[in-house]
């Protein structure tokens, strides 16, 4: 707030005090930095943390613009600016978890992984952060996994109860078979469907398929050939389609449990801002 109402008084007494306010000082440069980065705008707080750079070495400074790159979402550039602090800085420790967030969101996964173990080899005050980071992705990218108990170690109690979830879902999917939904449909129309939880589609399907078979065999009964045939095609049409759409649908309830489990995990990790430390630069 204080910020807020410096910039205000600057807007308001600089036409009349101008020429006693240099807002082009290191000192402005950098308030008028903080107050955008405090208000949310990001590119324009990098740029005046650059001007204030070319004058004035601050390490805090560098981390807000590494920051500030990686909360809209460049992590090419947020990489770089946190690589670049060195490890005599105070926030040395803090750039390192920030740079795994952001190989985690760009998908380098080789720098990724190694990064996690140096990290957690090096038992720095983040090393936990990093261990919960790689068992988080762990789910999210690999086929096989630790134990259970092992992989839940590094999380907190109501954590643990989540992730053993998701932990059980990767081992065991609630896959539907494919070939199964099809066989059923074949046998009875429209129950593959109702297997793969479709249940509207599998009515449908069951209601015409029967409807068409009833009409063809009453008009062929009744001596009415040609609309028998019609009603026959009709019926194996939808009976042919019945058995391939439950085939597909299978196939999409596979597809939404994969979403599900990842967009699931992906919320999880952006609830806890990728296991990265809080941060109150706005104070």
Not at 176 to 188: C, D, F, Q, R, V
């Amino acid at each position: 707030m204080s910020n807020k109402i410096f910039f205000l008084l600057v807007v308001i007494l600089f036409p009349i005090y101008g020429q006693q306010i240099d807002i082009h000082s290191p000192k402005n440069i950098k308030k008028f930095a903080d107050f955008l980065f405090c208000d949310k705008d990001y590119l324009r707080a990098i740029d005046e943390y650059k001007k204030y750079l070319q004058v004035v070495e601050d390490d805090t400074a560098n981390y807000k613009i590494a920051l500030g790159y990686s909360l809209i979402n460049d992590q090419s550039n947020a990489l770089q600016e946190f690589s670049s602090i060195n490890n005599s800085s105070a926030l040395y420790e803090q750039s390192r978890i920030e740079v795994l967030k952001s190989l985690s969101l760009s998908k380098s996964d080789s720098a990724f992984y190694l990064l996690a173990n140096n990290l957690i080899n090096s038992k720095s005050q983040f090393s936990n952060n990093a261990q919960r980071l790689l068992n988080t992705s762990i789910l999210l990218n690999e086929n096989e996994l630790p134990d259970k108990n092992k992989f839940l170690i590094p999380f907190e109690n109501d954590d643990k109860l989540l992730l053993g979830n998701y932990y059980d879902l990767k081992i065991n999917p609630p896959y539907k078979n494919e070939t199964l939904a099809g066989i059923l449909s074949a046998i009875i129309p429209g129950s593959g469907k109702i297997y793969t939880e479709d249940y509207g589609d599998g009515i449908t399907a069951f209601l015409l398929t029967g409807l068409f078979t009833y009409l063809a065999y009453t008009n062929f009964e009744n001596d009415h050939k040609t609309r028998g045939w019609i009603f026959t095609a009709l019926g194996a049409g939808f009976y042919a389609g019945n058995v391939y759409g439950s085939v597909a649908s299978a196939q999409i309830f596979n597809a939404k449990v994969n979403f599900d489990f990842e967009n699931g995990l992906k919320l999880f990790l952006e609830d806890k801002n990728y296991f990265t430390p809080a941060y109150d630069f706005c104070k």
